[in-house]
C-alpha cells in the first residue's frame, strides 16, 4: 500500500479518537467473523460500518454549511464615544453587512402597549459595514418635541445626546437596528443603552 495513504489515514484517525476506537472494534468483529465463518457476523459489521459512514458524512456536512452560515454572518452592534459624545454602529461579525438602517426608539412604557414602535431618531442609510469598520451616524430625520431644528447629514449633538441619556434613564435607551448579508438576507436586532452600557435585547434573522 501506498505509504503517502497510510500517513493520511493514521493523521485523520489521530485527529478523532472515536474514529480510531469505532475502527478498532469493526476490525475486531472483522476477523473474529472471519475467523469463525460466520456470514452473519460479517453483514452485521458491514451493515454498521454503512450506517456509521452515513452518519460522519451526515454530520460533516452540516458543520459545513453551519460554517458557511457563519462566515456569510454580520453582527452590527452599537458604540457610543465620550468627549464628544457621539453615536457609531461597529460590525463584530464574519461578513460584511450592508444596507444598515438604525432607530432610536420612543422609552416603551409598561402602562402603554402598543405594537407600533414611535420612532425618535432615524439615521441615514450606512450602505456597506466591512468586518471590525466602524462608522459615525448622520442624522436622516427627528420626531423630538424637545428639538426645534436639526440639520439632515449632520451627527446628533454632545450635548442632546447626554440629555437623551439623561431622559431615558428610568426606561432605558431604545436603538432598533436592520442590515443585510451579501447574500440579502435580512437581520433585525433591538439594543437598550442602559448604565453606560449597550445591551443587546433581541437579535434574529427576518
Known sequence: MDKRILHRSFGLISKNPNRLIWVSIVVILLLVGLFLKRSDIILAIMALAIFNYTYETHKMQKEIVDQRKLESTPFVCMLMEKKPHKFLVTNVGQAAAIKID??????????????????????????????????????????????????????????????????????GLRF???????????YHSEVSFEQDEFYIKDFRKE
Open 102 to 171: 438604525v432607530k432610536i426608539l420612543k422609552p416603551r412604557i409598561k402602562e402603554v402597549s402598543s405594537s407600533i414602535e414611535e420612532v425618535l431618531v432615524s439615521f441615514k442609510t450606512v450602505e456597506v459595514l466591512a468586518r471590525g469598520e466602524e462608522k459615525e451616524l448622520r442624522i436622516e430625520s427627528m420626531n423630538d418635541p424637545e428639538v426645534s431644528s436639526f440639520a439632515v447629514g449632520s451627527i446628533l449633538d454632545s450635548a442632546y445626546i447626554q440629555d437623551l441619556i439623561k431622559r431615558s434613564q428610568l426606561h
Open 176 to 186: 432598533e437596528l436592520k442590515f443585510r448579508n451579501i447574500l440579502s438576507e435580512s
